[in-house]
């Protein structure tokens, strides 16, 4: 194998691992987590938000920041877990509820 082209090959598998990253969009850093008792007494549901990430580093922060850009997506600045599963092999998994609340 040509020298340039075998060092190029580690770049291409670091870039393809942080490729899978999901970041926060804009206003998604404003969604909080929000208690059952706080979402009885100051939320109204938009629906229910259900996330995965099977690949990449830190699949259950991904997962959750997918779910935090839904909500934002929706119109939501709170979010209510209902589930989260991580599975080294499967990957890990976000199920909540899309909050409007009153903060």
């Known amino acids: ?6 060092n190029f090959l580690p770049l ?22 929000v ?3 706080q979402k009885e007494r100051l939320c109204r549901s938009l629906g229910v938000v259900s996330t995965e990430q099977r690949v990449g580093p830190n699949k259950p922060s991904n997962a959750m920041n997918k779910a935090l850009n839904e909500v934002a997506r929706r119109g939501g600045n709170g979010i209510f877990v209902v589930s989260s599963n991580t599975d080294w092999a499967e990957g ?5 509820e899309a909050l409007r609340c009153n903060f």
Do not use: H, Y
């Not at 890990?92 to 909540?96: D, E, M, P, R, Y």
């Open 1 to 6: 194998m040509d020298r340039p082209f075998r």
């Open 35 to 37: 208690t059952a008792n």
């Open 92 to 96: 890990a998994s976000v199920t909540a």
């Open 12 to 33: 291409v598998g670091i870039l393809f691992i942080a490729g899978c990253a999901t970041s926060l969009e804009s206003g998604a850093e404003k969604v909080q987590v």
